[in-house]
């Protein structure tokens, strides 16, 4: 068997396309999956015989200590949060903040006991937030906007501390957009694909959407979770930018969408105000010159073939 990893949130887009990699890659993987909820584990169906899957709230730091003090991982992965992005800090942040807490206690778990082990934190584009300038990278000054941008900030500088104060092999990815066919519907690209499949199915005539005029830097989840992989495997601990630095609209999305199955998008799409975001004029674009020339690493799978993926994926289920 070769290096031993830890994944939380494992059985989410990223997890399982993560789990996928390392499995194939000969890892022994531990799934840690949240106790308190119903846990789909459809995305890793393929793979969950070769999985050890630990029910331990990320938030109870004994249960957290126990595993890395017992199995020592070579990597962790901490990919768990609330990733559905909602602007209102009243009813947010708090349900956040356990999210701080859970990195907080796995950094002071592997310091004291598994020292050795590789730690990767999922940070976020929503780091940057209203950025001052586009495209950013791994310079740029953070401005989050959102309470989920706020918790992925205090995660990014726990990590950063823990990597300085005390030498551990800890290092942050700044994600941006990252979709697949196993991308949540409560996201505006699952949410085309899967109505579309309705409507083409004769279940539903209209989609519901808010801005289609805002723009995102998409890339697809498998091409991200390798980035991850090869960050841990850098000898010495740095942070990266990934994204595919290309700008697309979601009207440029549900055009293609649309135009794939032959249908004209402009006879099922109803505009809700309601549905406007307040950030959705922000651009936030990826400059990843440095993961290009550090990791040698350039996303794979284009804009065109990630919204077919999709939309043939929807149309299968």
Same mark, same amino acid.
């Given at each position: 068997?070769?290096?031993?990893?830890?994944?939380?949130?494992?059985?989410?887009?990223?997890?399982?396309?993560?789990? +996928?990699?390392?499995?194939?890659?000969?890892?022994?993987?531990?799934?840690?999956?949240?106790?308190?909820?119903?846990?789909?584990?459809?995305?890793?169906?393929?793979?969950?015989?070769?999985?050890?899957?630990?029910?331990?709230?990320?938030?109870?730091?004994?249960?957290?200590?126990?595993?890395?003090?017992?199995?020592?991982?070579?990597?962790?992965?901490?990919?768990?949060?609330?990733?559905?992005?909602?602007?209102? !800090?009243?009813?947010? !942040?708090?349900?956040?903040?356990?999210?701080?807490?859970?990195?907080?206690?796995?950094?002071?778990?592997?310091? +004291?006991?598994?020292?050795?082990?590789?730690?990767?934190?999922?940070?976020?584009?929503?780091?940057?937030?209203?950025?001052?300038?586009?495209?950013?990278?791994?310079?740029?000054?953070?401005?989050?906007?959102?309470?989920?941008?706020?918790?992925?900030?205090?995660? !990014?500088?726990?990590?950063?501390?823990?990597?300085?104060?005390?030498?551990?092999?800890?290092?942050?990815?700044?994600?941006?957009?990252?979709?697949?066919?196993?991308?949540?519907?409560?996201?505006?690209?699952?949410?085309?694909?899967?109505?579309?499949?309705?409507?083409?199915?004769?279940?539903?005539?209209?989609?519901?959407?808010?801005?289609?005029?805002?723009?995102?830097?998409?890339?697809?989840?498998?091409?991200?979770?390798?980035?991850?992989?090869?960050?841990?495997?850098?000898?010495?601990?740095?942070?990266?930018?990934?994204?595919?630095?290309?700008?697309?609209?979601?009207?440029?999305?549900?055009?293609?969408?649309?135009?794939?199955?032959?249908?004209?998008?402009?006879?099922?799409?109803?505009?809700?105000?309601?549905? !406007?975001?307040?950030?959705?004029?922000?651009?936030?674009?990826?400059?990843?010159?440095?993961?290009?020339?550090?990791?040698?690493?350039?996303?794979?799978?284009?804009?065109?073939?990630?919204?077919?993926?999709?939309?043939?994926?929807?149309?299968?289920?």
């Amino acid at each position: 068997m070769g290096k031993v990893a830890v994944i939380t949130g494992i059985s989410g887009q990223d997890g399982s396309y993560l789990a +996928e990699l390392l499995v194939k890659k000969n890892y022994k993987v531990y799934g840690i999956c949240n106790p308190n909820k119903k846990n789909n584990l459809t995305n890793l169906k393929k793979i969950l015989n070769r999985l050890y899957i630990k029910k331990i709230d990320i938030n109870n730091y004994s249960k957290i200590k126990n595993l890395i003090k017992k199995i020592k991982p070579n990597e962790f992965y901490h990919l768990a949060a609330q990733s559905f992005i909602n602007y209102k !800090f009243e009813d947010e !942040f708090f349900r956040l903040n356990p999210n701080i807490n859970g990195t907080h206690y796995i950094l002071s778990a592997i310091k +004291e006991f598994s020292p050795k082990t590789k730690f990767y934190f999922a940070a976020s584009s929503e780091l940057f937030g209203n950025a001052k300038k586009t495209p950013q990278n791994e310079e740029t000054k953070f401005n989050p906007r959102s309470a989920y941008g706020v918790s992925k900030v205090a995660g !990014f500088y726990l990590t950063k501390n823990y990597r300085e104060a005390y030498k551990l092999h800890a290092c942050s990815g700044i994600l941006y957009n990252h979709e697949s066919p196993r991308r949540n519907q409560n996201f505006v690209s699952r949410k085309i694909t899967k109505n579309l499949s309705l409507i083409l199915k004769g279940k539903i005539n209209k989609i519901k959407l808010g801005n289609i005029n805002s723009k995102r830097d998409w890339g697809h989840a498998k091409d991200y979770v390798f980035a991850m992989w090869k960050m841990m495997q850098l000898r010495k601990p740095q942070d990266f930018v990934i994204g595919t630095g290309k700008i697309h609209s979601v009207k440029e999305f549900i055009h293609l969408a649309f135009n794939y199955v032959g249908l004209d998008y402009k006879r099922h799409i109803k505009i809700d105000k309601k549905l !406007f975001r307040p950030n959705d004029k922000i651009i936030l674009k990826a400059d990843f010159k440095k993961a290009k020339k550090i990791l040698k690493w350039k996303p794979k799978i284009n804009f065109k073939k990630l919204v077919y993926e999709m939309v043939d994926n929807d149309l299968l289920s």
